[in-house]
């Protein structure tokens, strides 16, 4: 398990003889970056597009809304009409979207992915998806003599911002090691995890874990202010003991304030723990802590909430 689990060193540059991947060289003898797509113009997917424009990579995105490519074309990027496109014109092609259904219509849709995939052709999906949906779209992939590699990832919007994502791999090892120099300009640190699938449930397990925290939070922090207690000393307590959490001491000030800018969204949240469940489920492992927390997040969605923050679960907790 800890060889699993330990994150993969950066690999050595490949040399003229590999195929196109990381690096691609000319006939002077430079090295090149290779050309970059980036599907999914969200919160994540803007902000790990944007640190591949900055780096220098030549980076064509799309989004089903194409107003939100303007600020990456300002920066240099291309702007795609269809996924199709994106695929057919670059090296390696990453997509970062919502759900399990915006992922697979990504990917099989009219002028799809899958419609400009061919031999060769490289494939990253970093949304946050189930397992039966992760294999799917790789066996689609490979179908068309394309390569697959999940990569979900840990982290808001601030982590993507600042490249300080944990990048979550599985699938093909030899696309994790071309796509390395992108990863290492979106994140701090990438696992390679095995085969297919168990990406998304590393994900899921995080995310579950994640949201059972801020709810713990939301709770501690609503009975220390009925209790007559200043929600600032309480936040200010557990940062000095072993409950000291960064996304306590990011999120709870936050809280207090009212603050529920979206880093992400609550209802994406609520969708993480509900994949999280249907896995435990699956495998006949009870998840009583999420199934309170999910049904507390329900709650939430119903209230208005879903697109804040996730901490403004808070409001609920208040009731």
């Known amino acids: ?37 980036y599907l999914g113009m969200g919160i994540m997917g803007s902000a790990m597009a944007n640190r ?76 946050t998806v189930d397992e039966a949906c992760a294999i799917e779209i790789a066996a689609a992939i490979k179908s068309k003599g394309g390569v697959f590699l999940e990569a979900p990832m840990c982290g808001s919007k601030a982590p993507a911002i600042n ?53 713990a939070l939301s709770e501690a922090l609503a009975l220390g202010q009925r209790a007559g207690l200043n929600g600032s000393d309480v936040i200010a307590v557990l940062e000095e003991g072993s409950l000291k959490s960064p996304m306590y001491s990011l999120k709870g000030p936050k809280m207090l304030e009212g603050d529920y800018a979206p880093n992400f969204p609550l209802k994406h949240q609520q969708k993480d723990v509900r994949l999280a469940m249907a896995l435990g489920q699956r495998l006949g492992q009870p998840l009583p802590a999420a199934a309170v927390v999910n049904d507390v997040f329900m709650a939430a969605i119903a209230a208005g909430q879903g697109d804040f923050d996730m901490s403004a679960i808070f409001e609920i907790s208040k009731l």
């Open 52 to 127: 591949l424009i900055d780096a220098g990579f030549d980076v064509t995105v799309w989004n089903r809304t194409k107003e939100r490519c303007e600020p990456h074309a300002a920066k240099g990027a291309k702007v795609a009409d269809f996924p199709q496109a994106v695929v057919e014109a670059c090296d390696i092609v990453f997509a970062c979207t919502s759900d399990p259904e915006s992922s697979r219509q990504v990917v099989f849709g009219e002028r799809g992915v899958l419609a400009g995939m061919s031999p060769g052709k490289k494939y990253v999906d970093m949304s």
């Open 1 to 37: 398990l800890a060889q699993v689990l330990a994150p993969v060193p950066h690999l050595p540059t490949p040399g003229p003889q590999d195929s196109v991947g990381a690096q691609i060289r000319h006939q002077d003898g430079a090295m090149a970056k290779p050309t970059v797509g």
């Open 163 to 215: 490249g300080q994502l944990i990048i979550l791999t599985a699938g093909d090892a030899s696309l994790k090691h071309d796509a390395q120099p992108c990863f290492d300009v979106m994140g701090k640190r990438t696992f390679f995890l095995g085969e297919v699938g168990a990406g998304a449930r590393m994900k899921l397990v995080v995310n579950m874990v994640m949201a059972i925290n801020i709810q």
